[in-house]
């Protein structure tokens, strides 16, 4: 068993160890006190005097949360088991330098709408929250929306008659109480199981992204700090990185960052080749068209170095630009008598 593979079961093993207590509400039923002896069962409820409606009221509240969980669970454990599989990285090792025109007088808007990459039809594998270095593990079990309630056992189900009730009212609600009863057994077990199958669910697709995604994030971020080196620390180039993944408004910033970073990764293997080329040529004709190689990949490098540095400075820039100008347009919009 490899190493991050034996790291990923021994993490499933702390996780179900401590599930049983992770995702149990202990405060979801009502008749819940402080003063109970384990967080997964509620106390008796005989001393609260409550009647045979009140408590099939409780126990059509707690079949309601049973089945959302048990529903949502579901959803979940789909979603999480759609997320990064069989992602092409065609389109993301693809990095080609578009070829522009200097004829004509929309020149610059033509070189500035080729410059980015068409992130419509193909969206960078690094954008979404869920693609950051953030961890997917507990993005889902965490929520309040899985916790399930408290255990009720058969004996906790009980009530007593309604004194403002006839005899005929109170044993038709102590017999939906019962009824409920059996309905709820088995709903606690099928409940757990799919929040458990959740937070396996999230131990998978973090794996996957980590293996798919943070490879590519790995790498973009290498070639970040080298266009960087000097003017921004690691730990800042990070949340720069972040922050183009997240914000949508971003997203064509983000692409062309991405294929920059594996241009530059290329053009500095192709640069160690011209060296050596030029360490090894023996010749005037030869040292200079071995030099003239080396300082063309050189100054192709540069460039991209300038716009690895230009897409940083976007994610700092612009996000407040663009809430300023939202602000501003609202607040104009607010003025408009004919809206």
Same mark, same amino acid.
């Given at each position: 068993?490899?190493?991050?593979?034996?790291?990923?079961?021994?993490?499933?093993?702390?996780?179900?160890?401590?599930?049983?207590?992770?995702?149990?509400?202990?405060?979801?039923?009502?008749?819940?006190?402080?003063?109970?002896?384990?967080?997964?069962?509620?106390?008796?409820?005989?001393? &609260? @005097?409550?009647?045979?409606? /009140?408590?099939? %009221?409780?126990?059509?509240? +707690? =079949?309601?949360? &049973? @089945?959302?969980?048990?529903? /949502?669970?579901? %959803?979940?454990?789909?979603? +999480? =088991?759609?997320?990064?599989?069989?992602?092409?990285?065609?389109?993301?090792e693809k990095a080609t330098t578009p070829q522009l025109s200097t004829l004509g007088f929309g020149v610059f808007q033509a070189r500035a709408e080729r410059l980015f990459p068409d992130v419509e039809t193909n969206r960078p594998i690094l954008a979404g929250e869920l693609a950051t270095a953030a961890p997917i593990v507990g993005r889902y079990t965490s929520s309040p929306s899985l916790r399930v309630p408290a255990r009720l056992e058969p004996e906790q189900l009980q009530g007593q008659d309604d004194p403002s009730a006839s005899a005929e009212e109170n044993e038709l609600w102590k017999t939906y109480v019962q009824l409920l009863t059996d309905t709820l057994e088995p709903l606690w077990p099928e409940a757990e199981e799919r929040v458990r199958a959740v937070m396996m669910a999230e131990f998978d697709a973090e794996q996957r992204r980590d293996e798919q995604v943070g490879a590519i994030r790995k790498r973009v971020l290498k070639q970040m700090m080298l266009a960087n080196e000097g003017i921004r620390t690691e730990a800042e180039l990070d949340a720069i990185l972040t922050v183009l993944q997240t914000d949508e408004r971003l997203l064509k910033y983000l692409g062309l960052l991405m294929q920059c970073c594996l241009q530059s990764e290329k053009l500095q293997e192709r640069l160690t080749r011209r060296q050596k080329e030029y360490a090894s040529s023996s010749g005037y004709s030869a040292k200079e068209q071995a030099e003239e190689a080396v300082q063309g990949v050189f100054q192709r490098a540069k460039s991209l170095e300038m716009r690895i540095q230009a897409c940083c400075s976007a994610a700092e820039d612009l996000p407040e630009t663009y809430d300023t100008m939202q602000s501003v347009g609202d607040f104009f919009s607010k003025l408009n008598p004919f809206r």
């Open positions: 068993m490899t190493m991050p593979r034996m790291r990923h079961a021994v993490q499933v093993g702390l996780a179900l160890s401590l599930l049983r207590w992770a995702f149990v509400d202990p405060a979801a039923s009502p008749r819940h006190t402080a003063a109970s002896p384990s967080p997964r069962r509620s106390t008796s409820v005989t001393a &609260l @005097r409550a009647t045979w409606r /009140e408590v099939h %009221q409780e126990a059509k509240d +707690l =079949e309601q949360k &049973l @089945r959302e969980v048990i529903i /949502e669970s579901n %959803q979940r454990v789909r979603e +999480l =088991e759609g997320m990064f599989v069989e992602r092409s990285k065609a389109s993301d």
